[in-house]
């Protein structure tokens, strides 16, 4: 998985993980990892980029907004889009 773009139609945070399900304009539903119990120590930067990208993904998902979502390694996600 590299770049995921589309309708976001999931968001799920716990304290282990955090990630989204994206539909694609192909009617595919991708899965992307925000970050997940695999990293031990995030650094606080990383950690308030994951807070920023949920806000985003709230804000996607509650105005029918396109994400361009990045996630090259093991789906994680690197960098998120949110257009109209």
Known sequence: MANVTGR???????????WTRIEQEDGSIEKVIIWSEVVEDYSPTQRI????WLALLRDA???????????????????????S
């Open 8 to 18: 976001v139609v999931e968001v799920m945070v716990s304290s282990d993980y955090g």
């Open 61 to 83: 998902l509650a105005n029918n907004l396109t994400v361009d979502a990045f996630a090259p390694q093991f789906g994680t996600m690197e960098s998120l889009t949110v257009r």
């Open 49 to 52: 980029l994951h807070g920023m």
